[in-house]
């Protein structure tokens, strides 16, 4: 099946500090890539859509200036977490999606905000 | 707006017994319903609807669509300790935008003990 790497998968960072978070669709072309949360025990969070070339949309209650997303290729989306803090310790996960309508994983990055 | 809801949200059987798992939605502009399976870290895809009544199956799970009624059932028999994980529903819809998104379920929590 399509590959879709995701970078770092772990990250440990300082308060204040800016998190960048990689996905990578290796053997396809993603017009669309998903970002998700997933808090302890709980189910996915869709943070937000990432259309290639447009900006991202949003879901409610999502920051859209503290996570800051951008689709710049067919291959790669990232999402930058900024001035993080703890309570932004966190499984990030993303996806993207073939034509076909399947949406395929990344591996996920947890990050940790101390 | 678009509400996808899976129950029950969390259900524990014995080895061996058959499971249904539900997923109601209502969506605009309906494309796909999905099925993933998450244990650990990043969901894996298992099905892919689009038309009603046709039954999709992948050794013992299967799954059907219901457009009229606007649900999906996802079936496992014989289940297994390794079956154990959150079953997540997503429904993929077209946005006011043109671009397309997801929807999940909060999804069901699923324990299988020997």
């Known amino acids: 099946g399509a590959v879709v790497s995701q970078h770092p998968s772990w990250v440990i960072c300082k308060s204040g500090t800016s998190v960048k978070i990689e996905c990578r669709s290796l053997?396809?072309?993603?017009?669309?890539m998903f970002w998700y949360r997933q808090f302890p025990k709980q189910s996915l969070m869709l943070m937000a859509t990432?259309?290639?070339?447009?900006?991202?949309?949003?879901e409610q209650g999502v920051e859209k200036d503290k996570f800051l997303i951008n689709h710049a290729s067919l291959t790669l989306s990232t999402l930058t977490v900024t001035s993080a803090h703890p309570e932004d310790s966190s499984f990030y996960i993303c996806?993207?999606?073939?034509?076909?309508?399947?949406?395929?994983f990344g591996q996920g990055t947890r990050l940790t905000v101390v | 707006e678009d509400k996808v809801v899976q129950s029950p949200l969390s259900l524990v059987v014995h080895e061996g017994d058959t499971v249904t798992l539900n997923c109601s939605y209502e969506?605009?502009?309906?494309?796909?319903l999905l099925w993933y399976k998450q244990e650990k870290k990043a969901p894996t895809f298992l099905f892919m609807l689009?038309?009603?009544?046709i039954e999709k199956k992948s050794g013992r799970l299967s799954s059907i669509l219901d457009k009229k009624e606007l649900f999906s059932i996802l079936n496992i028999t014989a289940t297994q300790t390794g079956d154990s994980a959150i079953y997540l529903c997503?429904?993929?819809?077209?946005?006011?935008?043109?671009?397309?998104?997801?929807?999940f379920g909060k999804g069901t929590k699923l324990s299988v003990i020997p």
């Open positions: 996806s993207a999606r073939l034509d076909s309508f399947e949406a395929f």
């Open positions: 053997d396809f072309q993603a017009t669309t």
């Open positions: 990432s259309n290639e070339g447009s900006k991202a949309t949003y």
């Open positions: 969506v605009t502009n309906f494309r796909s």
């Open positions: 689009t038309s009603s009544g």
């Open positions: 997503a429904v993929e819809a077209r946005s006011g935008a043109g671009s397309y998104q997801l929807t």
